[in-house]
């Protein structure tokens, strides 16, 4: 069992940045790949960002691509969402996920194991 715990949400202004940090329960945080989500109000769950487990392989939606950065320290047993150049369009609540079955990373949210219980982004304008 992993539990998953996100920090880092708040409110910024449209261009500015912020870090989400996802600490992991347990001793096994490196036997699975992580991944970032985020849910805006009538949207679906999407995904934005995924890690492979040694962090050597990054996966980003194109919506993101150049302004997020995914990282993972597992001797900490924590991942990372760095979050720049935001905008309001970004504003929803972020979750991070892990999935022990992935053969490099996941991006559809069935394919997760565990979710955090998210944290709240709210861009303006």
């Known amino acids: 069992q992993v539990q998953l715990v996100e920090s880092g949400g708040g409110l910024v202004q449209a261009g500015g940045s912020l870090r989400l940090s996802c600490a992991a329960s347990?001793?096994?945080?490196?036997?699975?790949?992580m991944g970032w989500f985020r849910q805006a109000p009538g949207k679906e769950r999407d995904c934005l960002a995924a890690?492979?487990?040694?962090?050597?392989?990054?996966y980003y939606a194109d919506s993101v691509k150049g302004r997020f950065t995914v990282s993972r320290d597992n001797a900490k047993n924590t991942a990372y969402l760095e979050m720049n150049s935001l905008k309001p369009e970004d504003t929803a609540v972020y979750y991070c996920?892990?999935?022990?079955?992935?053969?490099?990373?996941?991006?559809?949210?069935?394919?997760?194991?565990?979710w955090g219980q998210g944290t709240q982004v709210t861009v303006s304008s």
């Open positions: 890690i492979s487990r040694s962090g050597g392989f990054t």
């Open positions: 996920a892990a999935v022990r079955k992935a053969t490099i990373w996941a991006t559809e949210t069935t394919q997760y194991d565990y």
């Open positions: 347990g001793r096994t945080f490196s036997s699975y790949a």
